[in-house]
């Protein structure tokens, strides 16, 4: 899959490029990752992204056209059908069913903002989609990409080795994670599970399903009941 992240900061992309599953993903060639920079675009003296808004106020807006050079950049690296993603608290919340459906095109563009964020005729012109990765204000949308990246690069085909695969993972199934344990044994006074001992696997399938299913129910209520509506709950669920 081919990402292409439009900002002013692309030194941003090496928490993805270099470091861990995302980074290894980039060296063995299923993800190719592109920052586009759009003050590479700017064709004035001061090389400027930002302006002040109409009607005043405080803050500044990044101008359109550097970004609309830079998106252009984006597209031909990321491809002509990839679509264009603009990071903003006002997009819709992004959520593991999305990073699904993401993983399954060949590339995106990734608009990173800054200041008060961009001029809405931009968002207009060259945007298809706003996303927001939560109910909080950051400083830009580069981290709200970087998760983005993260999300749907684990989810790609070869990216997670057979052992941490995907489809055990918290959300995959609309559950809550079950707690894991290593050695040793014992530790500050608490045993790990007899259970996860035994050796006994189906019981410890049982264990780990109960586990995810008492904490969903605890901590994320939602998350059950969003699964009811989906699906019955299967045989095994229900015990
Ligand atoms: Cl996508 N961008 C910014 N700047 N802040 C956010 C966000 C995005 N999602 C939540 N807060």
């Known amino acids: 899959m ?3 992240m439009v900002t002013l900061f692309p030194e941003m992309l090496s928490m993805v490029s270099d470091l861990g599953v995302t980074g290894r993903a980039v060296r063995d060639d299923r993800l190719q990752l592109r920052a586009v920079n759009p003050r590479d675009y700017t064709t004035d003296r001061h090389r400027s992204v930002d302006d002040r808004p109409y009607g005043g106020g405080p803050g500044m807006v990044m101008r359109p056209e550097p970004l609309a050079a830079a998106l252009e950049a984006g597209r031909e690296f990321a491809g002509e059908a990839a679509p264009v993603i603009y990071l903003s608290p006002q ?3 992004f ?3 999305r990073a699904k459906s993401l993983a399954e095109t060949p590339g995106m563009v990734l608009l990173a903002g800054r200041y008060e964020g961009v001029d809405e005729r ?3 012109s ?3 989609e706003e996303v927001s990765i939560g109910d909080y204000v950051l400083s830009g949308g580069e981290l709200a990409a970087l998760v983005v990246v993260d999300a749907v690069a684990r989810l790609l085909p070869g990216v997670l080795g057979h052992e ?3 489809e055990e993972d918290s959300f995959a199934q ?3 994670d079950c707690p894991h344990f290593t050695r040793p044994e014992q530790y500050k006074g608490e045993d790990v599970p007899a259970v996860l001992l035994s050796g006994d696997h189906a019981a410890i399938r049982r264990w780990r399903l109960k586990q995810a299913l008492g904490r969903t129910w605890e901590r994320r ?9 989906r699906r019955e709950l299967t045989a095994e669920e229900q015990l």
């Open 126 to 128: 060259a945007v298809d």
């Open 164 to 166: 941490d695969s995907a």
């Open 174 to 176: 609309g559950l809550l």
């Open 95 to 97: 959520d593991h069913e």
């Open 221 to 229: 209520p939602d998350l059950l009941e969003a699964l009811e509506k």
């Open 91 to 93: 997009g819709r919340k």
């Open 2 to 4: 081919r990402i292409a």
């Open 122 to 124: 931009l968002v207009r």
